[in-house]
């Protein structure tokens, strides 16, 4: 096994995404960019990665030791080009690797099976193997110069000629080098192009200077999108969302019309689930065996458990722990609360910060009153309860097993186990009221046409 270090570029400046946010922070499928990058060098098998930010991308670094706390992370104090990136992780390559692959953190989607493919040429001796791609439009890109089958260059299209530009084989920006050379190789490239940037395309010339072979690998254009504007971000998500309904599709999971079912990356189903249309997943869900998530539903950060039913019109947000079979209907929202299995939800509600026993009924148009305006506080309510429609739970409040809340009430205080509560003004019929209250209400108006 060759031991792999995985450079990842992340200190682009990303001016034309127009914001606040580094580029390789912005996110698809839920996940930032650069956290995509760091999930496929793991898969590919990386010993070590490193991952270089710019001098004012604190942000990016915390999320890199977030996703991968073993990763390192270095400053690139000035963008002076790929090569200079990769240099600042120069400690890290002196510790000597088999292998060493740079990825660039705006380019999320390609698959560690690529990361194999593109380390091959490397075991048979070459010294840099880059990966091409043909892109519909070329421009911008850096062209592979390849002559008898074996890459000569990589030229830069502010560099090229004519002819040169002329050549669809494009550099996707990954690239892999012999551990060995590698430094040997990056310490002679130098800054003499229209951008006086240290570029790392030079690898191949200069690895050829000192006798040792290049090679170039061919990906999907779809593989390798490099986001450097929101357009492009959306069309890497669209990217996205296409690999992970099929993904979906593929493991078991019913999709009535995939093209409006937005996934996260990792959304987790089991067999038998059923997402009808237009279902917006956020990050966190897991959806258990024979589940249904009926259309219109936004579910994020959620565990719905086997057999339960979801939607339509419903709204999971972070914590929202679904027995088995429970049911959580239209226009309900469920926030840090866990539902045992067979309590049911049905209608207009919300619950947040609650727990909620088994086999409860929780009526049309419940609500816990979460919060003072201050804190948050706790419902609980026990098993085999049953809270009447358009109920009020002021928190912190709880109410024992078997209890049963009348309809309207206004819920305070504790209720005991299996006890009624009724907390709602005593209902006044007052005969014959209703007209004479007309009459002194319509007094000097005109009459009604
Ligand atoms: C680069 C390639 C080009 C390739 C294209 C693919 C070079 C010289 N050119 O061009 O051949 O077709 O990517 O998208 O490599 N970065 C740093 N520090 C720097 C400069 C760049 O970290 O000083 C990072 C950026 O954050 C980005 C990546 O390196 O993730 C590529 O830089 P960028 O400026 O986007 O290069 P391109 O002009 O797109
Ligand atoms: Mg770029």
């Known amino acids: 096994m060759r031991q792999l270090l995985v450079i990842v570029l992340a200190a682009g400046e990303g001016t034309r995404m127009l914001s606040d946010m580094p580029k390789v922070l912005h996110q698809v499928a839920g996940r930032p960019m650069v956290s995509h990058v760091l999930d496929v060098a793991l898969a590919a098998g990386a010993a070590q990665v490193a991952v270089v930010v710019g001098p004012d991308h604190e942000r990016v670094a915390a999320e890199v030791r977030r996703v991968s706390p073993s990763a390192e992370v270095f400053v690139q104090e000035q963008r002076r080009g790929t090569a200079h990136a990769v240099l600042s992780a120069r400690a890290v390559l002196e510790r000597g690797y088999d292998d060493v692959v740079v990825m660039y953190g705006d380019t999320p989607l390609v698959r560690p099976e690529t990361i194999d493919l593109l380390r091959a040429p490397l075991a048979e001796g070459a010294a840099v193997s880059v990966l091409g791609f043909r892109p519909e439009s070329p421009a911008g890109y850096g062209r592979l110069l390849v002559a008898n089958g074996e890459l000569v260059a990589i030229r830069e299209e502010k560099d090229a000629s004519e002819a040169e530009r002329a050549v669809g084989l494009c550099n996707a920006g990954l690239m892999a080098l012999d551990g060995a050379a590698a430094l040997a190789i990056l310490d002679r490239i130098g800054d003499a192009n229209a951008k006086r940037e240290f570029y790392l395309t030079d690898a191949v010339e200069v690895a050829r200077a000192l006798g040792r072979a290049a090679a170039a690998c061919e990906a999907a254009a779809e593989e390798v999108v490099g986001v450097n504007s929101r357009a492009q971000l959306a069309e890497a998500e669209a990217i996205l969302q296409q690999r992970l309904r099929q993904r979906a599709l593929d493991s078991g999971v019913t999709l009535v019309a995939p093209q409006t079912v937005f996934l996260s990356a990792d959304t987790s189903f089991g067999r038998d689930v059923i997402v009808e249309p237009n279902v917006f997943f956020g990050p966190g869900v897991r959806v258990e065996d024979g589940a249904t998530i009926r259309a219109f539903s936004h ?44 309590v049911k939800v049905n209608h207009l509600s919300y619950v947040g910060d609650s727990s909620v026993g088994a086999n409860t009924n929780i009526g049309a148009g419940t609500i816990t009153c979460n919060y003072d305006g201050f804190r948050k506080h706790r419902t609980t309510i026990g098993a085999n309860a049953f809270v009447g429609t358009n109920s009020l739970l002021v928190a912190p409040v709880t109410v024992g097993d078997g209890a ?18 009724i907390g709602r003004a005593r209902q006044v019929n007052k005969p014959g009221l209703a007209s004479r209250l007309r009459a002194r209400l319509s007094a000097g108006l005109a009459p009604k046409k």
């Not at 049963?404 to 509560?421: H, K, M």
Request: aromatic fraction near 4%; charge should be negative; avoid cysteine.
């Open 299 to 342: 579910v994020e950060g959620a565990h719905v458990g086997q057999g339960a039913i979801v939607g339509p019109f419903a709204r999971l947000r972070p914590g929202a722990e679904l027995g088995q079979g429970v049911h959580v209907g239209n226009f309900v929202e469920i926030k840090a609360s866990e539902l045992a299995p067979g």
């Open 404 to 421: 049963y809340l009348a309809t309207g009430s206004v819920i305070t205080d504790d209720v005991p186990e299996d006890a009624l509560a």
